[in-house]
């Protein structure tokens, strides 16, 4: 009975660990790298053409680069990083909205609700 409380508590934490990992993983990207990935995603699950792909990518970009601007000029300062978070992802939205056929935008506002 012993071995299988360890051998459980052993799964538990090592599956722990793993998923702490991989969200890690995200974080460590460089800026480029998050862009592409964003892009890649976004273009895949709303089936964007190159233009569009192309203009989602600068919007991504301006966007990631905002938050690592916030996140230097926030420091120790939660409530302000997160209104500054709050509202570069409003403008993301708009830009992203904006080149969007209706079809990819009822699949956009599906992926947003997932999200929340």
């Given at each position: 009975?012993?071995?299988?409380?360890?051998?459980?508590?052993?799964?538990?934490?090592?599956?722990?660990?793993?998923?702490c990992?991989?969200?890690s993983e995200?974080?460590k990207?460089?800026?480029?790298?998050?862009?592409?990935?964003?892009?890649?995603?976004?273009?895949?699950?709303l089936?964007?053409?190159?233009?569009q792909?192309?203009?989602?990518?600068?919007?991504?970009?301006?966007?990631?680069k905002?938050?690592?601007?916030?996140?230097?000029?926030?420091k120790g300062n939660?409530?302000?990083?997160?209104?500054?978070?709050?509202?570069?992802n409003?403008?993301?939205?708009?830009s992203?909205?904006?080149?969007l056929?209706?079809?990819?935008?009822?699949?956009y506002?599906?992926?947003l609700?997932?999200?929340?």
């Amino acid at each position: 009975m012993k071995t299988v409380k360890l051998t459980v508590l052993a799964l538990f934490m090592m599956l722990t660990n793993l998923m702490c990992a991989q969200e890690s993983e995200l974080k460590k990207l460089s800026t480029e790298e998050k862009v592409k990935v964003e892009t890649s995603e976004l273009s895949q699950k709303l089936g964007l053409t190159p233009a569009q792909e192309k203009t989602a990518g600068s919007a991504i970009f301006q966007r990631v680069k905002q938050q690592e601007t916030d996140k230097e000029t926030f420091k120790g300062n939660k409530e302000g990083l997160k209104e500054a978070h709050k509202t570069s992802n409003q403008t993301f939205e708009k830009s992203i909205k904006s080149i969007l056929t209706a079809d990819q935008l009822m699949k956009y506002e599906q992926m947003l609700a997932k999200k929340l």
